[in-house]
Nanobody, 115 residues
Framework: QVQLVESGGGLVQAGDSLELSCAAS????????LAWFRQRPGEEREFVAA???????????EYADSVRGRFSVSRYNAKNTLYVEMNSLQPEDTAVYYC?????WGQGIKVTVSS
């Protein structure tokens, strides 16, 4: 059974950095495409970033325009963990962040950025 468990959220100030983790189990992590989504208050869930396997130990990364240049997605295969490092956080980054694998979702982790 696939499980995705996010951690690392919290309350930060504008301009701060934060790293979220997604611990995955029940899958072959190395070859699995994974993504981060977020849901801002009152809005639909939206894509943030993805790490897609392209063979061997190579991955393609993809970012939403709103986070490109500020967020960085990475993975540590030995720990079955996906990360997103979030820099220069702004109040508009306040959201619940979700780890995603196809139709499967983690429970979400809240990130609040104060101005």
């Amino acid at each position: 059974q696939v499980q995705l468990v996010e951690s690392g959220g919290g309350l930060v100030q504008a301009g701060d950095s934060l790293e979220l983790s997604c611990a995955a189990s029940g899958l072959t992590f190395r070859t699995t495409n994974l993504a981060w989504f977020r849901q801002r208050p009152g809005e639909e869930r939206e894509f943030v970033a993805a790490s897609r396997w392209r063979g061997g130990l190579a991955y393609n990364v993809e970012y939403a325009d709103s986070v490109r240049g500020r967020f960085s997605v990475s993975r540590y295969n030995a720990k079955n963990t996906l990360y997103v490092e979030m820099n220069s956080l702004q109040p508009e980054d306040t959201a619940v962040y979700y780890c995603n694998l196809g139709q499967r979702w983690g429970q979400g982790i809240k990130v609040t950025v104060s101005s």
